[in-house]
């Protein structure tokens, strides 16, 4: 699932609503975290009867398991399920009356009692009852389109108990069979294809599906309303597929026909993928739908891929982010066919391999079949903001226990995404991508259908490449352990040679807290300088002193310590050495010019470098021709202008600086996009005006937003707004210049318009305007607005993520988050409460400030699942913020 894009779905943990039974006490043997193996689903039968215009569904599931042991009774998952009958039949047909009891409600826990003590046999287990349509995106959910309902699933990663009882844990994988009751005039939709329809009672129809794979409950999908179903090309056979697949486009009523494009782009990743993993899609068909309303950036449910809708309804001029987004996201979700969907983690602790592995998997997809969108670069930046979290001392391992519901839902982060695809990374390029390749293509086949676990991963590798212990454990130091090796490098002559000293800790920045006596298995490879340009050197550094030898090299050398950016670790060198590094920028691949980057920062964050020598050391960056490296410096820049300029020349220097490193270039490209421009510039173009317009306030640049924006606004002859009045790459910060210009009346305009609004894009734009309001009584206006139902759940933390800036910003929002607090977490349900604490408090920098978020939350966290993870991050972020700015002379800016 691709998180990156999941909005504000916060967690409350509501108590089950089952009238079949009350909650009575737990039995002895009650599970606290895996449910007990020694009753063992073998299929489902899942039926459904869902209108969506209503607000309950009804169902009955039918599961087939085998008791290996005498019991009374099994445990399963249920939650907020009004069970009406439960009946058992055992091995040799006889039927016995089951009772429903929810043991852990808030948990889902559930017991069915048997009637009685039973030998170990097969069993059939039918369990009858209705259920609300969820309406915080989790399970079987509601949803509207221009007032026309919807009613689809989320299931992961456990929210399948929300809409039917079963074991709905990853290790519990069967095939389903589902029948779906609807209304006659409605389209229905699930993983597999459809095999027969038949009229039902009085304007209902039932649709049924073909057998699935088998699946886990969270891959289980399905949706009910007025659909468009657009074909798209069909994927042809292949080598490694015998038949053609289909394929088609989901999207809300009158949507469909934006579907083309993505359409058009699936069968090269599908091909691409097979290509790498020599087996062929594995599912009967492929639907891509477009969900109005969603939790998360997209779901890769087998042959019924969910996605938000703004990644796959475009248009001609839709702005570059959406498209390259698109794409993007679609190979991420494609490649889960593969890692995730017929390959599946055994339990939580491993979600990596889902999720890292797709994200690493998309990058060489994009790389392969569209270059110019520098996958590769995107790989370097992930990783380095997954080292940016991963420098806590709260952060969590990639394969982190599990100890809990908010353990598995809080482990959808940078984490588990984009460092585990760094580390993926690293270890591909120390072993060769032949030899990785051909240690995947070996773990597919030899895990196909079933459950993997990270040792099966690694010993699939290690066969491959012909490794022993030291690689196996050098990898799992990577997954067992939290944080960030910091490799530090000393040049040296020794016997007439040149070698590289080297030692490793763990990074860590001005006051932390942490212990940085760590070790790492680091594949450290370096390129330095020669007498006829440069090599590259690599070293499994698995102690905490090594020695690398460099042929070639000459006493004036310069060493760039993570060749190519493709390690997972941060590196420091003697200041000479860094300012020498420094003046060789243009003879570093791109990837090692971002590397440079976060080595500067990575200083600044420790306190080893002040302000100034930060932004002169930053400087030679700003002048590259590749987006990603021209604007790596941005992140530190912002920091130090929002945090340590306290005076107008101190502002005054830092404005001259933005200026002269990003205005040249935003005029060179001009505030439209040009017919044929490549989409970098399209994104370079929205990235400078945002920073230079609304981060910088630069009176030039927010002149010509501004006129845009005004545009905007004048709106069309029918009183609706001219979106197309400004550039579609630039909308969203147009308007937010108009906001702050404007105030009132655009404010007034922009709520105006929201609801009448149903394009995502257009939607996305007027909220990223609204969350500009820098009027405290706009911005409070805006605040309010994130709670009223004109605004979708999953929308809310679009408007609630501004005013961050300054302490009078982050004042208010804590201030209106406190008072609406039990209004929050009411609406947006029981999801990703690990981010509620970062949305009350987050871009806080006062011991102040973390000390009212603890305080706020000693009594309410463990409510709020995930939220005591998300509460200890951010209250060490705010703390780390705070020293390193009392530790910094604000003075050094301006030298």
């Known amino acids: ?458 010993d699939s590798i290690a066969k491959a490449a012909d490794k022993g212990e030291d690689f196996k454990n050098a990898f799992k130091s990577f997954l067992n352990q939290p944080g960030v090796p910091y490799v530090q490098t000393r040049l040296a002559q020794e016997g007439g040679k040149t070698v590289l000293h080297l030692s490793q800790s763990r990074y860590l920045p001005l006051g932390s807290t942490g212990d940085a006596n760590h070790l790492w298995g680091v594949p450290v490879c370096v390129r330095y300088a020669t007498a006829d340009g440069s090599k590259v050197a690599c070293e499994l550094l698995d102690k905490a002193q090594g020695t690398m030898a460099l042929p070639g090299a000459t006493a004036q050398t310069w060493v760039m310590p993570n060749a190519n950016g493709s390690g997972y670790y941060r590196f420091s060198m003697d200041k000479s050495d860094l300012a020498n590094l420094g003046k060789q920028i243009g003879k570093l691949a791109d990837a090692e010019q971002l590397a440079y980057g976060d080595a500067v920062n990575a200083a600044f964050r420790r306190g080893d470098i002040d302000a100034g020598s930060a932004l002169a050391a930053l400087k030679p960056l700003t002048a590259s021709k590749v987006r990603e490296v021209s604007t790596a410096p941005m992140n530190t820049f912002g920091w130090i202008y929002d945090q340590l300029a306290t005076t107008d020349a101190q502002r005054a220097k830092l404005v001259a600086w933005a200026k002269s490193s990003y205005l040249p270039e935003l005029q060179r490209l001009g505030y439209q996009r040009k017919d044929g421009e490549a989409d970098g510039d399209s994104l370079q173009r929205a990235t400078l005006a945002n920073f230079l317009g609304l981060d910088v306030k630069l009176p030039e640049v927010r002149a010509e937003l501004l006129k845009q924006g005004d545009a905007v606004l004048k709106g069309k002859a029918d009183g609706s707004l001219d979106f197309a009045a400004a550039d579609s790459n630039l909308l969203g910060s147009a308007l937010g210049v108009a906001v702050q210009e404007h105030g009132k009346s655009a404010v007034d305009a922009l709520i105006a318009q929201l609801p009448k609004t149903s394009d995502p894009a257009q939607r996305n734009a007027i909220l990223a305007g609204l969350s500009e309001a820098s009027d405290a009584a706009q911005a409070e206006r805006v605040r309010d607005l994130s709670l009223d139902k004109s605004v979708k759940v999953g929308e809310m933390a679009a408007l609630l993520r501004g005013n961050r800036d300054t302490q009078a910003g982050r004042d208010a929002v804590w201030k209106w988050s406190v008072a609406n607090y039990d209004k929050i977490v009411a609406r947006t349900g029981s999801f990703a409460g690990g981010r509620l604490p970062g949305l009350m408090g987050g871009g806080g920098c006062s011991k102040a400030e973390a000390d009212r978020l603890q305080e706020f939350f000693k009594t309410r966290a463990k409510e709020v699942t995930g939220a005591e993870r998300g509460l200890a991050q951010n209250t060490e972020a705010t703390l780390l913020c705070s020293a390193l700015k009392g530790k910094q002379d604000p003075a050094a800016i301006l030298r």
């Not at 009350?22 to 209108?51: C, H, I, N």
């Not at 790498?276 to 997209?298: E, R, T, V």
């Open 1 to 458: 699932m691709r998180r990156f894009v999941r909005p504000l779905v916060l967690s409350v943990l509501a108590a089950s609503c089952g009238a079949a039974l009350a909650a009575t006490p737990a039995a002895s043997d009650q599970p606290q975290g895996k449910l007990p193996r020694w009753a063992m689903p073998e299929s489902y039968q899942l039926a459904f009867k869902v209108d969506p215009k209503q607000q309950d569904f009804s169902g009955t599931t039918v599961i087939k398991l085998k008791l290996e042991q005498a019991s009374d009774h099994i445990w399963m998952h249920g939650r907020e399920l009004k069970v009406s009958k439960v009946t058992i039949t055992d091995a040799k047909g006889k039927t016995h009356a089951g009772k429903y009891v929810e043991a852990a409600p808030k948990e889902g826990v559930v017991r069915i009692d048997l009637g009685g003590t039973m030998q170990p046999q097969e069993l059939t287990v039918a369990i009858e009852y209705a259920a609300p349509l969820n309406q915080q995106l989790q399970g079987l959910y509601k949803v509207s389109h221009e007032g026309q309902p919807y009613a689809m699933t989320q299931m992961e990663p456990i929210s399948a108990r929300f809409a039917f009882p079963g074991f709905d844990e990853p290790s519990f994988k069967t095939p389903f069979d589902l029948k779906l009751t609807i209304p006659a005039d409605e389209v229905g939709i699930a993983n597999t294809k459809q095999v027969k329809e038949e009229k039902a009672a009085a304007g209902w129809k039932t649709l049924t599906f073909a057998t699935t794979q088998p699946l886990p409950t969270y891959l289980v999908a399905f949706g009910v309303g007025p659909w468009d179903v657009v074909n798209g090309p069909t994927i042809p056979a292949s080598e490694y597929r015998k038949q053609s697949t289909d394929l088609r486009g989901i999207a809300a009523k009158g949507e469909g026909h934006r579907m083309q494009h993505v359409l058009g782009e699936t069968p090269s990743i599908i091909k691409a993928l097979e290509d790498y993993y020599g087996f062929g899609y594995p599912f009967d068909k492929l639907d891509l739908l477009a969900a109005p309303d969603f939790s998360a950036g997209a779901m890769e449910n087998p042959g019924l891929v969910t996605f938000r809708d703004w990644l796959l309804l475009l248009d001609k001029d839709s702005a570059a982010q959406y498209v390259r987004g698109s794409f993007n996201v679609t190979a991420h979700e494609l490649a889960h066919q593969w890692t995730g969907d017929t390959v599946t983690m055994g339990w939580w602790d491993d979600l990596w391999l889902n999720e890292a592995f797709a994200t690493w998997m998309q990058q060489k997809v994009t790389q392969k079949v569209h270059p110019e969108y520098r996958a590769d670069l995107d790989r370097v930046r992930g990783a380095q903001g997954a080292m940016n979290g991963d420098s806590l001392v709260t952060t969590r391992k990639i394969r982190q226990p599990i100890t809990g519901n908010g353990d598995i839902e809080t482990a959808f982060d940078g984490i588990t995404y984009q460092k585990g695809a760094a580390v993926l990374g690293m270890f591909e390029g120390y072993v060769s991508e032949p030899v990785f390749q051909k240690g995947m293509r070996a773990y597919i086949q030899d895990h196909k259908f079933g459950n993997a676990t990270a040792e099966d991963l690694i």
